[in-house]
């Protein structure tokens, strides 16, 4: 089988590319350029999954597999499906998870139409998700590594993305990956593992966001009851649930985000146990089958951890409304819900709103 | 599993070394191993095997042999060539730097460098066919000018530049002149009397990688940026680096010998190539078709084709070619030569830059038109 292994410059992606290889599969190794970033001797922030150490890396692992390597220019297809939708979810007082974005847009968008032009059978990357081929359909499934599952992020991709998908690693744990590393001396072998956003590369999302838009109107963060408590720059700075950082001083320390209210610009704060919300409704919904299921268990709200029972209270092309088993915090409108049944994945939208 | 890359049509990105070049550098990669700056007969000799490459280079580009200064290549050279005047002309008052807008990086990001430390750079436009306009140029220079650089023939499109008028326009001015010869030197006469300063590389003539000179016409003043023990009449300093002179001058030696006849014959093989390409593809567009471009050069854009999944499928099958301009991580950016002949952005992520060489054959070509043509097909789908 001809494969077009994408190789961030990790761990995961290069033993993702080393088994395809022992397997004996026709590999071909592709980098992506996706942000204009600074040379290592520039400054000290040449981390996340896009510099060009990381380019370099991956490099030296197809080098050492005896692969063709490529870096292709992917700035386009990045700035246009990822980086503009997290600036304007931002801006909209949303909380975006770009890596989905990525997953959906990019890497099996744009790269995979490029690997079926070019004639490639599949498209391989370093998640840890399984995908299995049941029937006449494609099933996604989370990875044996319940502590690495990364199927969240791939909860989007639908029959025509899974059929040429492959995840090599997505049957192992992370310390099995990294023993195969370190087997094939490939330099990535003990790399950390990047949890950054790899397109902010100080951390600061809300000062990105800034830089990106312009100016944003200063505005009130009130509380539960409207009384007016500080000023903020920014509906950006804010997310659902985060206590620090609000330049407020209440007398207490156990104030949260509760609400982000972008049309009037308020940003509305309180004590914790007012973040419980019962469910959810989800929108620009995709489900892995094609069309909606008869039934869920659960959903994940983030990317790491945020797992809780739940069941479909409705369900059409366009929403989705969950229930909770139990109250649940920090439901943040603009991140990716994911529905699942048992380690099934069954589909993916975007919180719109939580509900009481 | 990697392929095999037979048919080599990068010549503007590299050359083959010459027989003739290796085998005059073997002796010095062997047992003639003494330092050139030593005071005895076996370093006497290093030293006169690179007085003599010395007065090769020298003649061929119509230079003495006393205003070669042999640096480790072309960037060096254009980084001694900018840098080392532009401190000197400040202190007579001159911060100005003007350059092409179609310089290679050696040169551009030099001088961008300078301009983000205090001196004043302009870079002038070029035509639709790559040739800068001289009118701009002209508004551009000015008494406060300290240099100006213009490319003696483009490593991208292969157009050449007229660089003994821009030579006027600097002299006029007072300021010093700079050109990049590296890619014409295998190709066309070049004239270092014509410049101030004109930067040259080993390996674009078939000598090895790690070699190029700098000549400097006598009478003009350059601050030397590489200290230490004062080679190269305190130029450039650094431990000769013989073979690597050695082979430079014998691959100089082999091209010039080989040019008359090689020139026709390889423009021939170029334009076979180009013809069948703009015959046998819709909506391709020959970059710099309107000038007088070197001998080797064909650079094209394709509508509705990206460089890297074409470039993917020449590998694929064996053949060696370019996009024309490359970032450090090694993709594909959109040429700022090609931007800067008014070429669209999206246009521009499709071109396709081959060059040929002695080395090249009809039926390389007419395999390489034969695998375009098919990837660009496959790729339109």
Redesign the interface.
């Known amino acids: 089988m001809r494969v077009l292994a994408a190789m961030s410059g990790g761990v995961d992606s290069s033993v993702a590319a080393a088994l395809l290889v022992r397997d004996g599969h026709d590999v071909t190794g592709v980098h992506l350029r996706l942000t204009d970033q600074a040379t290592p001797y520039e400054g000290e922030r040449a981390h996340g999954c896009c510099g060009i150490a990381d380019a370099d890396d991956a490099r030296r692992v197809a080098q050492v597999l005896d692969i063709p390597f490529y870096v292709w220019n992917f700035k386009g297809a990045f700035g246009r499906g990822v980086v503009d939708d997290f600036v304007s979810e931002y801006a909209r007082g949303r909380t975006p998870n770009p890596c989905v974005r990525c997953n959906e847009t990019v890497k099996f968008g744009a790269l995979r139409e490029r690997a079926a032009s070019l004639g490639f059978d599949a498209l391989a990357t370093g998640h840890y998700a399984r995908a299995e081929h049941d029937g006449d359909r494609w099933r996604l499934y989370r990875s044996a590594d319940r502590n690495k599952d990364q199927s969240y992020v791939l909860a989007r991709l639908g029959q025509k993305e899974l059929a040429r998908a492959r995840f090599p690693v997505g049957g192992q744990t992370k310390d099995e990956t990294r023993q195969i590393a370190r087997d094939l001396s490939l330099r990535t072998a003990d790399k950390p593992d990047s949890y950054e956003i790899c397109f902010v590369q100080d951390g600061d999302a809300g000062g990105f966001v800034e830089r990106s838009v312009g100016s944003f109107d200063v505005g009130e963060i009130v509380g539960t009851d409207g009384a007016v408590l500080g000023e903020h720059a920014g509906v950006h700075h804010f997310t659902v649930g985060q206590r620090r950082g609000l330049g407020i001083n209440t007398g207490s320390a156990r104030t949260y985000v509760l609400e982000i209210d972008a049309p009037t610009n308020r940003v509305i704060v309180g004590p914790g146990e007012l973040l419980a919300r019962t469910g959810l409704e989800a929108e620009e919904l995709r489900w892995v089958s094609g069309k909606p299921p008869e039934q869920i268990d659960s959903v994940q709200v983030r990317a790491h951890g945020g797992v809780h029972e739940a069941g479909l209270l409705d369900v059409d092309e366009a929403r989705a409304s969950v229930r909770f088993a139990e109250p649940q915090r920090g439901i943040a409108p603009g991140q990716l819900v994911a529905f699942f049944r048992g380690d099934e994945v069954l589909g993916g939208g975007t919180i719109a709103r939580a509900l009481r | ?3 095999r890359t037979t048919i080599y049509l990068d010549y503007a990105a590299t050359s083959p070394l010459w027989p003739e070049a290796r085998a005059a550098m073997a002796p010095y990669l062997d047992d003639r191993y003494a330092n050139a700056s030593s005071l005895y007969a076996a370093a006497r000799e290093a030293r006169k095997a690179i007085e003599e490459a010395r007065e090769v280079l020298a003649a061929a580009v119509g230079a003495r042999p006393e205003e070669v200064i042999f640096t480790s290549g072309g960037t060096e050279a254009d980084n001694i060539a900018l840098q080392g005047t532009a401190f000197r002309a400040r202190n007579e008052g001159r911060d100005g730097i003007v350059v092409s807008a179609i310089e290679h990086h050696a040169v551009l990001d030099t001088a961008r460098w300078l301009g983000r430390n205090g001196f004043r750079v302009t870079e002038v436009g070029v035509d639709s066919n790559g040739v800068i306009d001289e009118s701009a140029l002209e508004r551009a220079v000015d008494r406060k000018t300290g240099v100006v650089s213009v490319m003696t023939a483009n490593n991208e499109v292969g157009t050449v530049q007229p660089v003994a008028r821009c030579a006027d326009v600097a002299r006029a001015a007072g300021a010093r002149f700079h050109t990049d010869a590296v890619q014409a030197l295998p190709w066309i006469p070049v004239d270092a009397a014509g410049a101030d300063l004109t930067a040259l590389a080993a390996h674009k003539v078939g000598g090895p990688k790690g070699g190029g000179a700098l000549i400097i016409r006598r009478g003009v003043g350059v601050e030397p940026l590489v200290h230490g023990g004062g080679q190269e009449r305190g130029l450039r300093s650094g431990t000769y680096n013989v073979a690597g002179i050695v082979g430079f001058g014998a691959a100089v030696q082999a091209t010039l010998a080989a040019r008359e006849q090689l020139v026709p014959r390889v423009r021939a093989l170029r334009d076979r190539l180009q013809e069948a390409l703009v015959q046998k593809i819709s909506g391709i567009m020959v970059n710099g078709a309107g000038a007088e471009r070197l001998a080797n050069n064909c650079n094209v854009c394709i509508q509705g084709i990206e460089s ?2 074409l ?3 020449l ?2 099958a064996g053949i060696a070619a370019s996009s024309g301009s490359a ?7 959109a040429s700022h030569v090609l931007t800067a002949m008014g070429v669209p952005s999206d246009l521009a ?1 499709g071109a396709l830059r081959l060059t040929l060489g002695r080395d090249t054959t009809t039926d390389d070509v007419d395999s390489a038109v034969e695998h375009i043509v098919a990837g660009v097909k ?2 339109r ?1």
Not at chain 2, 327 to 333: F, I, V
């Open positions: 599993m990697q392929p890297e999944p470039l993917l499928l590998d694929a970032c450090q991580s090694g993709a594909a950016e992520m496959r790729l789908g």
